[in-house]
């Protein structure tokens, strides 16, 4: 009721077109204000998904910066990978637990193309991916992305994609199979649930690529394991991987 009031005099009021529709946001911004996704307070008008404060305090790993890491360990004598990372570290009951929360079961698919263009950003300024081509997200099977309503990994493949320039490939490696979730299963029973399940429909469009493939959280590795032991059957390809996060064993 009070901004339909605030409205109906602004039209009648001889103000300027351009003021009276900044001071309109201005008031329905100090209303109704976007929150931050990572600590829940409101945005200021130049910020965007995530505050300045929670942002310069994200818990980045640099792992791009270095061959040997923790993330390229994780898969040493499992499947070649060209360079490994983890954009942030995860912490049970941390900011960044919230944020990959927020993304894959609260719909807010914004986070993962927004902190996904400042790994992007990161990878094309240095470190190991500068050469990367085409990103590639780990798929979801239909079936869960009917469910959950959109894919995250390609949400933050999406804004990676676009902070380097890159072209980003989507619907050509797929999920075959509908598999469980892979939460609370072993390294082992995660493995085994995903082993065999992915393929690419079109390696002819892959061919001589230098790939990045994309997923939201680390664990084991095993679905990227899985992926990367697909793609790099194609002909001249080199697979690199980067995800949003990494689960600290």
Not at 34 to 57: F, H, K, Q, T
Not at 73 to 85: D, W
Not at 141 to 169: C, F, L, T, V, W
Not at 188 to 195: A, C, D, G, P, T
Request: charged share 20%; aromatic share 10%; hydrophobic share 40%.
């Amino acid at each position: 009721m009070l901004c339909s009031r605030v409205f109906l005099y602004l039209a009648s009021s001889k103000i300027p077109v351009m003021s009276k529709y900044s001071w309109f946001v201005d008031l329905f911004g100090l209303l109704f204000p976007d929150l931050c996704a990572a600590c829940g307070e409101p945005l200021v008008r130049s910020e965007e998904v995530i505050c300045m404060n929670c942002s310069y305090r994200l818990p980045r790993t640099d792992f791009h910066l270095f061959d040997d890491n923790p993330v390229s360990r994780i898969f040493y004598g499992r499947v070649h990978l060209e360079a490994a990372t983890s954009y942030l570290f995860f912490n049970k009951g941390g900011k960044v637990q919230h944020l990959i929360h927020q993304l894959k079961y609260k719909k807010n698919k914004e986070i993962g193309v927004y902190v996904g263009k400042l790994l992007g950003h990161d990878l094309k300024e240095k470190g190991l991916m500068q050469q990367i081509e085409v990103v590639v997200p780990v798929p979801l099977h239909p079936k869960k992305q009917r469910i959950r309503g959109y894919n995250q990994s390609e949400q933050i493949a999406k804004g990676i994609a676009e902070a380097m320039q890159n072209k980003y490939s989507v619907n050509n490696l797929i999920r075959n199979t509908f598999t469980e979730t892979q939460t609370k299963k072993s390294r082992y029973s995660r493995w085994l649930n995903v082993s065999g399940k992915f393929t690419v429909l079109h390696p002819e469009k892959l061919e001589g690529k230098s790939l990045l493939l994309v997923d939201d959280v680390l664990t084991t590795g095993a679905t990227l394991e899985a992926c990367a032991q697909e793609l790099i059957k194609i002909k001249g390809v080199k697979v690199s991987v980067a995800t949003l996060a990494y689960a600290q064993g």
